[in-house]
């Protein structure tokens, strides 16, 4: 199966870099490597405002990261939840793409930095991230946002989150996102997805 050029030439770069297998080391190390992994000197946009805070979720305080563009208030928000195979990834890890989709889209987005396993299992993050957008429906004032256009999204395993937490509200009759922005979500763990997978990493390999 013929790679896609874009994901030979990140293949090539990774190699390049000389960074160790993912399935060698332990999640410490995996964090390391992955931070000096996406450390590629990217460029990162300017925001009218980016602010660090945090909520409490299950007895533990998870931080956020609000990137405001310019623009009247309220604005609508996107609760961003980052990407990583629910082990990987931080708000650093994900903040220029967060602040690409704040400017773009001229809203307000909101990332997440939910807790991550093995330290801490399922579900966890799940409800991180079902706590989150509680937190800003009751903060909406307070963050410049309208707590009636509340977005959910993420790549990977962060679109997984977004998905199971809409499933969860819609399961307890609460008010639903407005829009899910799903990047790769890893949402289908069929047969044929798991042939797919180990036929990607045949492949790559």
């Known amino acids: ?3 896609d050029p874009t994901v030979k030439a990140i293949l090539e770069e990774m190699e390049k870099q000389g960074l160790p297998g993912l399935e060698t080391l332990s999640p410490e190390e995996a964090r390391v490597n992955r931070r000096i992994g996406t450390d ?16 409490e979720s299950e007895g533990y305080t998870i931080p956020v990261r609000v990137y405001q ?3 009247t208030t309220p604005q609508p928000v996107l609760l961003y939840f980052h990407g990583g195979g629910w082990v990987l990834g931080d708000l650093d890890s994900h903040d220029p793409v967060c602040r690409r989709i704040a400017n773009a889209s001229q809203s307000t987005v909101i990332s997440v930095e ?5 330290e801490y299992p399922f579900p966890a993050a799940v409800y991180d991230c079902y706590n989150a957008v509680h937190w800003v429906r009751e903060q909406a ?3 410049g946002i309208d707590k009636e256009r509340v977005a959910v999204g993420g790549d990977s395993a962060g679109g997984n989150l977004a998905a199971v937490v ?3 509200l819609k399961e307890r009759s609460e008010p639903l996102p407005v829009y899910q922005l799903l ?3 890893s949402v289908d763990f069929t047969k044929k997805s798991i042939h797919l997978m180990r036929r990607t990493r045949k492949a790559c390999s």
């Open 114 to 118: 939910y807790r991550l396993a093995p």
């Open 69 to 71: 563009p310019e623009g």
């Open 1 to 3: 199966m013929a790679l």
């Open 141 to 143: 004032e307070v963050l």
């Open 183 to 185: 990047i790769y979500p």
């Open 166 to 168: 809409t499933h969860l």
């Open 40 to 55: 590629d000197g990217q460029v990162v946009e300017e925001v009218n405002r980016v602010e660090n805070l945090s909520f």
